[in-house]
């Protein structure tokens, strides 16, 4: 995990080209390009070449394997692939629109078939884009797109203090109560930007599900601020997140209740299991096909109830509820 698939490079590509035709296993291909021995096998396989008009000389090239991954990319884009929805992204564009104001649009409305900013960028400065100029239609005018890394460098979201690393011993062997882990339940794209944030408390395993109009942070911890705002600070010391956008607003938190927020590593969303396993819990009643636009706040504690009255084998057969009432009268004494 953690790790991003890149397709192979030219100079991969003539390596393999070379050792298919001295006979050299793939295995041993795999080995030399630190590649997964699947990812060699699937470009041998996508990218062979045949002619009917030369039979002869079928077999796998670096030139033409690249130019057929290539051609692939070209195919598969989505302003490519839909006409309709390139012309109607084409006359917003014309229309005075930023690339952010149609992507954004396109989600207000609902529309099933949509692209984001960065797919409409990217169009514009293909050969596809360039042929008719659109450029010349955005804001600076701008004929070339300037390279990432001469952008502004973002001040990190989410400070080095907060890092999972420094989270103490007893709340993560679970020694000390009223520490929870948070994450966000998300659905299909076509039903909307609704979603479902889950907290648990880690020693009873007590469940809070809340229903979010969007991904946006402020409402998302103004949800979770409200949900536990009353308890005593016993019972919500810390929340433990990963490093979505949604939680960002996460010094609110510890300004406005003093819960302390701790996050996980990127891409690590094993270090906090046990919301992990309570969300694949949830999932009985809430699977990603369902449209939970219509489900009210009411609905969404009943689901809670659901989780907390079931016998739990980690807590001895015991309910989350009845572990979670007992520690409360345990710290309150």
């Not at 609902?110 to 960028?121: G, S, W």
């Not at 999972?164 to 966000?184: C, K, N, S, T, Y």
């Amino acid at each position: 995990m953690g790790t991003t698939y890149t397709q192979p490079s030219i100079t991969e590509r003539r390596r393999i080209e070379r050792w298919r035709h001295a006979k050299v296993p793939v295995d041993e291909m795999a080995r030399v390009l630190k590649r997964c021995r699947s990812t060699i096998f699937r470009e041998l396989r996508r990218n062979h070449f045949s002619d009917e008009s030369m039979p002869k000389h079928d077999g796998y090239y670096s030139a033409a394997a690249h130019l057929m991954q290539a051609d692939r990319r070209a195919r598969d884009r989505k302003l490519i692939k839909y006409p309709k929805l390139c012309k109607r992204v084409i006359e917003r564009i014309k229309d005075g629109w930023t690339p952010e104001q149609i992507g954004n649009r396109m989600i207000q409305e609902q529309a099933p078939l949509r692209v984001c900013q960065e797919t409409i960028y990217r169009y514009i400065y293909s050969k596809e884009g360039r042929r008719d100029d659109l450029w010349w239609y955005l804001p600076t005018h701008r004929a070339a797109r300037r390279p990432r890394r001469a952008r502004r460098r973002r001040e990190p979201k989410f400070h080095r203090d907060v890092s999972i690393l420094f989270r103490p011993d007893d709340v993560a062997h679970r020694r000390q109560f009223g520490h929870w882990e948070g994450d966000l339940m998300l659905f299909k794209q076509k039903l909307g930007q609704t979603n479902v944030t889950t907290l648990v408390e880690r020693v009873s395993r007590f469940t809070v599900v809340l229903k979010n109009p969007n991904r946006r942070t402020k409402p998302v911890m103004g949800k979770i601020i409200k949900a536990i705002k009353d308890l005593p600070l016993v019972a919500r010391r810390s929340i433990t997140f990963d490093r979505g956008s949604e939680f960002m607003n996460w010094p609110h938190l510890q300004a406005e209740i003093g819960t302390q927020t701790w996050f996980c590593d990127p891409s690590s969303p094993w270090q906090k299991g046990t919301v992990e396993n309570t969300n694949r819990r949830a999932r009985r009643w809430l699977p990603r096909k369902r449209d939970i636009r219509s489900m009210t706040d009411q609905d969404m504690k009943e689901i809670s109830d659901r989780l907390n009255n079931t016998p739990r084998k980690c807590l001895g057969w015991k309910t989350p509820a009845e572990v979670f009432r007992e520690k409360m009268l345990e710290e309150m004494r």
